[in-house]
């Protein structure tokens, strides 16, 4: 979403990436509390897990591969932006009309098995109101794929931003990274 809102406020920014982001996200401040609680009682952990079931909607199985990951003790450790953002995000309010006059080209990745409707739905609205968009989306990944297919992901984001392949704005695409 800063990204997204960075683009509004310079005309520096030549292309965008955005992965699922939570445009259309729901009041999530009572799972808030309840992270915080757990933050409290020294279980930083079940924060973090609590956040990407309740709130992203990553199933169990995608979580148990995230723990397994390099990178998983320091999404442990900064669970607390979470929960800063979470009333931010709350507040955000989505501009179809506004949305329309960025020029800038985006390219839209979605996972296919992303189960929360709310990303879903910011994916679909951001493809029906941006005029120089391109939508990849990774089919069996849900909302991270950079860390399951990074190669590929990698990829996709190298070939949008230097102007190759399946990256060309106005495109709805479909298939792997």
């Known amino acids: 979403m800063c990204a997204l809102e960075a683009a509004f406020l310079t005309n520096k920014i030549s292309k965008l990436v955005l992965y699922e982001p939570p445009l259309q996200d729901l009041d999530h401040t009572a799972v808030a509390g309840r992270m915080e ?3 409290r009682a020294g279980d930083r952990e079940q924060a973090l897990v609590t956040f990407l079931r309740e709130i992203v909607m990553v199933s ?8 397994r ?4 003790p320091s999404r442990v450790s900064g669970i607390d932006i979470q929960i800063r953002e979470i009333p931010a995000m709350s507040k955000y309010r989505f501009d179809a009309k506004r949305m329309r006059t960025l020029k800038t080209p985006t390219l839209l990745l979605a996972g296919s098995k992303t189960a929360s409707p709310q990303l879903k739905q910011a994916i679909n609205s ?3 109101t941006l005029p120089k968009r391109t939508l990849v989306v990774s089919e069996g990944q849900e909302h991270n794929a950079m860390d399951k297919i990074p190669q590929q992901f990698a990829e996709t984001v190298t070939n949008f931003l ?3 392949g399946r990256g060309e704005p106005g495109k709805r695409g479909n298939g792997d990274f």
């Not at 995608?62 to 723990?67: D, S």
């Not at 990951?69 to 998983?72: D, I, K, R």
Request: glycine share 4%; hydrophobic share 55%; net charge negative.
């Open 37 to 39: 609680e757990m933050i």
């Open 69 to 72: 990951l390099a990178a998983w």
């Open 162 to 164: 230097r102007g190759r």
């Open 60 to 67: 169990p199985d995608e979580i148990a591969a995230m723990k």
């Open 126 to 128: 951001l493809m029906d």
